[in-house]
């Protein structure tokens, strides 16, 4: 069973960054993909950003495409989400996940994970 664990989240002024990070741990296999995920109050799960690990594709949900940027420190077992030019728009729990199962599709739709860490509040003022 993969553990993972997020920080990073915040509250920060529209304009200003965030970096969450995403470490990941208990199990001897890397994940194959991790995708980072927020939430709003009341809806379900939205996929932001999705990095699979070993040959690096990522893919973005259209409303944070160029201003987000997903990354990995394999030494760290750390998957990073940069988060750029912020808006309130963004303010939400975001959430970190991982798959060992070697998806090659969908990898920004929640059914997809059976690993999620806890959550990190991420708030956006205008």
């Known amino acids: 069973q993969v553990r993972l664990v997020e920080s990073g989240g915040g509250s920060v002024q529209a304009g200003e960054s965030l970096r969450l990070s995403c470490t990941f741990s208990?199990?001897?296999?890397?994940?194959?993909?991790m995708a980072w995920f927020r939430q709003y109050p009341g809806k379900e799960r939205e996929g932001v950003a999705s990095?699979?690990?070993?040959?690096?594709?990522?893919y973005y949900h259209a409303s944070v495409e160029g201003r987000f940027k997903i990354s990995q420190d394999k030494a760290e077992k750390t998957v990073f989400l940069q988060m750029n030019s912020l808006t309130p728009e963004d303010t939400a729990m975001y959430f970190c996940?991982?798959?060992?199962?070697?998806?090659?599709?969908?990898?920004?739709?929640?059914?997809?994970?059976?690993?999620w860490g806890q959550g990190t509040q991420v708030t956006v003022s205008s």
């Open positions: 990095l699979y690990l070993q040959d690096g594709e990522n």
């Open positions: 208990g199990s001897t296999d890397t994940p194959w993909c």
């Open positions: 996940a991982a798959t060992s199962r070697r998806i090659t599709y969908g990898s920004l739709y929640a059914d997809m994970y059976s690993n």
